[in-house]
T-cell receptor, first 113, second 116 residues
Framework: AQKVTQAQTEISVVEKEDVTLDCVYETRDTTYYLFWYKQPPSGELVFLIRRNSFDEQNEISGRYSWNFQKSTSSFNFTITASQVVDSAVYFCALGGSARQLTFGSGTQLTVLP | GAGVSQSPSNKVTEKGKDVELRCDPISGHTALYWYRQSLGQGLEFLIYFQGNSAPDKSGLPSDRFSAERTGGSVSTLTIQRTQQEDSAVYLC??????????????FGPGTRLTVL
């Protein structure tokens, strides 16, 4: 069975602070993908990034960066210099031999002006 | 191009009535997925389609729930004899293929179902 844990239920930061969202996963698959989705107040899930289990190279894209570590089964997401528009619920998800995604419970990020 | 669309955006119904929720995937996407998002349960998988067939219906919560897909495109999720616990946001997603490992799934805006 697959499982995704996002231990942080809510995070509140002041604009321009950096913030890291944690994600820990469990799977028996040797090949799998990890995803981050953003759900703003409008409700639509927006795809942010996908990483496969063979690619532990971390990436920076603008203000976003991701840290994937297979040794600790973690896939953390960092927003640098946060902005009010980053306020949303962020979901980590796992996809593998079962075609559906297994989602974490989400982290509500609030960025205060 | 156009994203995943869902209709209606909101549906209020009375307990015991049947409802149909529609999903129109991204053009050319062969795989289609239904999920449910509720306060107590988070995001739950319901069913997925590859073309018109549904290899995995394991997430459907009861036999009151059914889904079909026609022409490899539009899908309809039907809930019969709705119950208050069916109240949730029903999300549809599509992906280019149902390739392994999971291809990226793109989500629609959802249908908010309220059962009174």
């Amino acid at each position: 069975a697959q499982k995704v844990t996002q231990a942080q239920t809510e995070i509140s930061v002041v604009e321009k602070e950096d913030v890291t969202l944690d994600c820990v996963y469990e799977t028996r698959d040797t090949t799998y993908y990890l995803f981050w989705y953003k759900q703003p107040p409008s409700g639509e899930l927006v795809f942010l990034i996908r990483r496969n289990s063979f690619d532990e190279q971390n990436e920076i894209s603008g203000r976003y960066s991701w840290n994937f570590q297979k040794s600790t089964s973690s896939f953390n997401f960092t927003i640098t210099a946060s902005q009010v528009v980053d306020s949303a619920v962020y979901f980590c998800a796992l996809g593998g031999s079962a075609r559906q995604l297994t989602f974490g419970s989400g982290t509500q990020l609030t960025v205060l002006p | 191009g156009a994203g995943v669309s869902q209709s209606p955006s909101n549906k209020v119904t009375e307990k015991g009535k049947d409802v149909e929720l529609r999903c129109d995937p991204i053009s050319g996407h062969t795989a289609l997925y239904w999920y449910r998002q509720s306060l107590g349960q988070g995001l739950e998988f319901l069913i997925y389609f590859q073309g018109n067939s549904a290899p995995d219906k394991s997430g459907l919560p009861s036999d009151r729930f059914s889904a079909e897909r026609t022409g490899g495109s539009v899908s309809t999720l039907t809930i019969q004899r709705t119950q208050q616990e069916d109240s949730a946001v029903y999300l549809c997603a599509s992906s280019l293929t149902e390739g392994f490992p999971t291809d990226t799934q793109y989500f629609g805006p959802g249908t908010r179902l309220t059962v009174l």
